[in-house]
Each structure stands twice: as structure tokens, then as C-alpha cells.
């Protein structure tokens, strides 16, 4: 539900980003404008919360960095501004992987105001490495200094769950290191590219991320991501050479699929009449004729599931494949070519693209993509098929597990119950 993020920022510039408040888009904004008016959207804030209390039994809201950057506690609204806004308990969590847990916990606590301090009900460190009884000395060093009780200390677990955007490693890939090459253009505003995750899964398939022509070497199959701005990155790969690269070797040497943003870039051209991201019309890779993308106000956020369609060309693997997802996006994709799925997206030749994130996700989609892969090639696929959703539950439970033998869970539970 979108009120379980009631105040999203989608940048669209280095200084400015598009405003979503409860699912509907309010409009761009620099980052001053947004700091002067943002407290105008408390009224929005506690409407959601409101309604998700009228809902669910149990509401845990996540702050957003530290609750304690002095510059811009006047008009918090995410951290302790929203704390003190609902009367609701706050623990602080503390990343020892990064050094400095005593500062990042007794600093931000010291810094706390008085009526803030009270809110604060206990004290988490996550990521610790080794043997934990070695922390015991710390769990008391810290009691002491804040006078409150440490909850529990969580282990550093390995898992194969999707990182946030700007903490992922996995873009810094830029070389093939398998029998399958599936490259991906790195955009500037890159956005969900853990929709490809699924593929590193498959025995053989290396994912490299790309960001100049030089780097696009031979790859087995091409994909553009989704984008928070997708003109901007439109305009960047005429800038880069990108465009000129795959428009002279696209469907040729290599196919390509399009998600989202960068579905709509395979079109001829992309328009912002309403200003919507960064208004006026870009040129496309024209790899889908006749196909134009034009965005509106109006912003599309549905879950979905399908069948592909009768397919020809290289994704002719995909026809009839079932398929789950969701689509969030700016902007509607009119063309001439041949529908790809039963929601839409379109393909031409040995190019398709769609508005369906996680659509790879499925075992039936991506296994019969990754036999193409290797068909192609002359190869067989001996391997074992991934169900992406399936492998998901599997990291959470296993998370959720180390996560709950690790905290006091009485002590929490009377924190929800009593707020003591």
C-alpha cells in the first residue's frame, strides 16, 4: 500500500525530486522548496498512519538516516519529529559493521532532546561479526552511558536479499565472469535493478552492470532497468555513445529487453508535457517502431500477473510463460508493435520491453530465458531452475529467524503492548 510510504521522493535532478504523497504525485521540487513546505504534508502523514492503525494490530515505522542531524530537526518528519508526532516508543539501532557503535549510540541518544530521550525505550546493535559474549562488556558500557536497556545484539548475516539502491555493491560489476553474459546499462538514476537478481542465481550466468560503450563488449543479452528519471538517462546515453553502440548493434548481435524507464526508452520518442520529471521530449532508441511514450500526472501502481503472448524472435522462449509483478510508473507506451504480454509491453524482432518489475522472478520466465541464453550459444542448461519469490521467503525466514533468537522478544512485545 502506498501509505505505507506516505512521503515518497523520486529524484529527478541532482537538487530536485518529484513529490508522491500517499500515491499521488504533488508535484517537483528542489531540495529547498521541499524543506521549506514539507511540514505541510503532516496532515497527510497521520491520515495513513491513521488508516494503516485502523488496519493492522502492529505498526513498526522505519526512520529515515540519523534522528539527530541538528541542521534539519526544526521540521523532522521522519524520524523523532514523527516519533514525538504519534506518542510512540523508539528503539535505536546501531551498525557495529561500521565501527563506532558507542558513538552512533550514546552520540545520538546524548543529542537527543529531553522529551526525546524518554521516547527511547531500548538500544539494538545489528552486525556484529564473531562471537558475541566477546560484546558483553559493551552491552554494559552502553546501559550505563544511556541509562537504557540494550534489546539484543544481531549477527551479521549472509543472505541473498535485494540491497537499498545506494548501498549495493553489485553495480560495481563491470566484467563477464560466466558462460552467459547478461549486461545491464548502468543509469545515473538507476532504479530496481534487483529485478535482475534472479539471473546471478543460475549456474553460468554473469550480470555485469555497463556505463560507457567501451564496456558493452559481447553481451548474450542486453537489458535497460528502470530509471527515477527517464528522460535524463535517456539523454545521457546520446551523450555517452551508449545509444549510438546498441541502436547500430541491437537485435543484430545481441537482444534486448526493456523495463520500465527503460522500456520506454526502446520507443522512438519519450514526452513530458505536464513537466512530470523534467519536461520536453527525448529521441528513443526507435528498437520498438512507432512506439511513443508520453507522461501525464497521473501516476500507474497496480500488482500484476499474466501470460506472455505468442512471441516471435529470440523471446519466442517466452511465449505462454507465465508471470507475477507490479507495475509503478509515470507515463503511457502507445505503439504499433506486437503485444509482449497480457499487460501490455511490446516486442519487435529480437527487442521487448514491459512495465512489469519483478517479471523475471518467475521460474517459468527466467528458467526458459536462461535455456534460450544458452541454446544460442550451443550449450545445454543442466542446472537448477530458480523461483525467485519462493528463494525470497526462504532469505526472510532465515533473516527473521537469527534476527528473532537474537532480541529479547518479551521486552519488545511489552514495549508494543505497554510502551514501557
Request: proline share 3%.
Given at each position: 500500500?502506498?501509505?505505507?510510504?506516505?512521503?515518497?521522493?523520486k529524484?529527478?535532478?541532482?537538487?530536485?525530486?518529484?513529490?508522491?504523497?500517499?500515491?499521488?504525485?504533488?508535484?517537483?521540487?528542489?531540495?529547498r522548496?521541499?524543506?521549506?513546505?514539507?511540514?505541510?504534508?503532516?496532515?497527510?502523514?497521520?491520515?495513513?498512519?491513521?488508516t494503516?492503525?485502523?488496519?493492522y494490530?502492529?505498526?513498526?515505522?522505519?526512520?529515515?538516516?540519523?534522528?539527530?542531524e541538528l541542521?534539519?530537526?526544526?521540521?523532522?518528519?521522519?524520524?523523532?519529529?514523527?516519533?514525538?508526532?504519534?506518542?510512540?516508543?523508539?528503539?535505536l539501532?546501531?551498525?557495529?559493521?561500521?565501527?563506532?557503535?558507542?558513538?552512533?549510540?550514546?552520540?545520538?541518544?546524548?543529542?537527543?532532546?529531553?522529551?526525546?530521550?524518554?521516547?527511547?525505550?531500548?538500544?539494538?546493535?545489528?552486525?556484529?561479526?564473531?562471537?558475541?559474549?566477546?560484546?558483553?562488556?559493551?552491552?554494559?558500557?552502553?546501559?550505563?552511558?544511556?541509562?537504557?536497556?540494550?534489546?539484543?545484539?544481531?549477527?551479521?548475516?549472509?543472505?541473498?536479499?535485494?540491497?537499498?539502491?545506494?548501498?549495493?555493491?553489485?553495480?560495481?560489476?563491470?566484467?563477464?565472469?560466466?558462460?552467459?553474459?547478461?549486461?545491464?546499462?548502468?543509469?545515473?538514476?538507476?532504479?530496481?535493478?534487483?529485478?535482475?537478481?534472479?539471473?546471478?542465481?543460475?549456474?553460468?550466468?554473469?550480470?555485469?552492470?555497463?556505463?560507457?560503450?567501451?564496456?558493452?563488449?559481447?553481451?548474450?543479452?542486453?537489458?535497460?532497468?528502470?530509471?527515477?528519471?527517464?528522460i535524463?538517462?535517456?539523454?545521457?546515453?546520446?551523450?555517452?555513445?551508449?545509444?549510438?553502440?546498441i541502436?547500430?548493434?541491437?537485435?543484430?548481435?545481441?537482444?534486448?529487453?526493456?523495463?520500465?524507464g527503460?522500456?520506454?526508452?526502446?520507443?522512438?520518442?519519450?514526452?513530458?508535457?505536464?513537466?512530470?520529471?523534467?519536461?520536453?521530449?527525448?529521441?528513443?532508441?526507435?528498437?520498438?517502431?512507432?512506439?511513443?511514450?508520453?507522461?501525464?500526472?497521473e501516476?500507474?501502481?497496480?500488482?500484476?500477473?499474466?501470460?506472455?503472448?505468442?512471441?516471435?524472435g529470440?523471446?519466442?522462449?517466452?511465449?505462454?510463460?507465465?508471470?507475477?509483478?507490479?507495475?509503478?510508473?509515470?507515463?503511457?507506451?502507445?505503439?504499433?508493435?506486437?503485444?509482449?504480454?497480457?499487460?501490455?509491453?511490446?516486442?519487435?524482432?529480437n527487442?521487448?520491453?514491459?512495465?512489469?518489475?519483478?517479471?523475471?522472478?518467475?521460474?517459468?520466465?527466467?528458467?526458459?530465458?536462461?535455456?534460450?541464453?544458452?541454446?544460442?550459444?550451443?550449450?545445454?542448461?543442466?542446472?537448477?531452475?530458480?523461483?525467485?519469490?519462493?528463494?525470497?521467503?526462504?532469505?526472510?525466514?532465515?533473516?527473521?529467524?537469527?534476527?528473532?533468537?537474537?532480541?529479547?522478544?518479551?521486552?519488545?512485545?511489552?514495549?508494543?503492548?505497554?510502551?514501557?
Amino acid at each position: 500500500s502506498a501509505l505505507m510510504n506516505p512521503v515518497l521522493l523520486k529524484p529527478t535532478t541532482d537538487a530536485g525530486s518529484q513529490v508522491i504523497v500517499n500515491g499521488k504525485v504533488r508535484g517537483n521540487m528542489r531540495a529547498r522548496e521541499y524543506f521549506s513546505r514539507k511540514t505541510e504534508l503532516i496532515p497527510d502523514i497521520q491520515k495513513a498512519y491513521e488508516t494503516l492503525a485502523s488496519q493492522y494490530d502492529i505498526i513498526v515505522v522505519e526512520g529515515a538516516g540519523s534522528p539527530v542531524e541538528l541542521n534539519l530537526k526544526k521540521d523532522d518528519i521522519v524520524n523523532m519529529g514523527l516519533a514525538t508526532m504519534l506518542e510512540i516508543p523508539v528503539l535505536l539501532v546501531g551498525n557495529i559493521d561500521c565501527g563506532g557503535v558507542f558513538a552512533q549510540l550514546y552520540g545520538t541518544y546524548a543529542l537527543l532532546e529531553k522529551h526525546e530521550q524518554e521516547l527511547v525505550k531500548g538500544l539494538i546493535v545489528n552486525r556484529f561479526r564473531g562471537d558475541i559474549s566477546l560484546f558483553d562488556d559493551g552491552i554494559s558500557i552502553l546501559e550505563e552511558k544511556c541509562g537504557r536497556p540494550v534489546i539484543g545484539v544481531v549477527p551479521f548475516v549472509k543472505h541473498d536479499l535485494e540491497d537499498e539502491d545506494s548501498l549495493s555493491s553489485r553495480l560495481d560489476k563491470t566484467e563477464n565472469t560466466g558462460v552467459i553474459d547478461i549486461a545491464v546499462i548502468r543509469f545515473p538514476k538507476i532504479s530496481n535493478f534487483s529485478d535482475f537478481d534472479v539471473f546471478s542465481q543460475y549456474d553460468g550466468v554473469s550480470v555485469r552492470y555497463v556505463s560507457k560503450p567501451e564496456e558493452l563488449g559481447e553481451p548474450d543479452l542486453l537489458i535497460l532497468p528502470g530509471t527515477k528519471s527517464t528522460i535524463a538517462d535517456m539523454e545521457w546515453m546520446n551523450r555517452t555513445g551508449l545509444s549510438r553502440e546498441i541502436k547500430a548493434r541491437a537485435n543484430y548481435e545481441f537482444p534486448v529487453f526493456g523495463m520500465c524507464g527503460g522500456f520506454q526508452m526502446l520507443g522512438e520518442t519519450i514526452s513530458d508535457p505536464d513537466c512530470t520529471e523534467c519536461g520536453g521530449t527525448a529521441e528513443g532508441l526507435g528498437l520498438l517502431p512507432a512506439c511513443r511514450t508520453v507522461f501525464h500526472t497521473e501516476k500507474t501502481q497496480l500488482r500484476t500477473e499474466g501470460r506472455f503472448r505468442d512471441v516471435s524472435g529470440f523471446f519466442s522462449c517466452l511465449s505462454s510463460a507465465s508471470y507475477y509483478g507490479y507495475e509503478v510508473h509515470m507515463g503511457k507506451t502507445e505503439g504499433n508493435c506486437e503485444l509482449l504480454t497480457d499487460n501490455g509491453g511490446y516486442f519487435s524482432g529480437n527487442t521487448a520491453g514491459c512495465y512489469v518489475h519483478g517479471i523475471f522472478d518467475s521460474a517459468e520466465v527466467s528458467g526458459a530465458l536462461v535455456k534460450a541464453l544458452y541454446e544460442a550459444k550451443g550449450l545445454k542448461f543442466n542446472g537448477t531452475v530458480t523461483d525467485r519469490k519462493i528463494q525470497r521467503e526462504k532469505e526472510l525466514d532465515k533473516l527473521a529467524d537469527a534476527v528473532r533468537k537474537s532480541l529479547n522478544m518479551d521486552m519488545i512485545y511489552k514495549i508494543i503492548q505497554e510502551g514501557i
